[in-house]
């Protein structure tokens, strides 16, 4: 009783790696918006001191991400 397998689509093109990365970067900014579009707004005032001393503590893996954060964060202020 051995179930052959098959491909939904075999005529259909591959994605490229690239086309299947920028796919990925695609769906994670749609799904940050909606996200951010979903959350309620809270407006916090802290000093700029208190954000250093709380990056001081920050992990590398942690630092890297606020890197990226502050990246992307950075370009939608730029455009």
């Avoid at 009783?1 to 490229?16: F, G, W």
């Avoid at 790696?17 to 990925?24: G, L, N, R």
């Avoid at 000093?47 to 502050?70: G, N, Y």
């Amino acid at each position: 009783m051995d179930k052959q397998k098959s491909i939904h689509e075999p005529n259909a093109p591959l994605l490229s790696a690239q086309d299947a990365i920028q796919d990925a970067e695609r769906l994670q900014e749609l799904l940050w918006r909606n996200r951010q579009q979903a959350e309620q707004e809270v407006q916090l005032r802290v000093p700029f001191t208190v954000i250093l001393k709380a990056i001081d503590q920050l992990e590398a893996s942690e630092l890297h991400l606020l890197v990226q954060r502050l990246e992307d964060r950075l370009a939608a202020v730029q455009s």
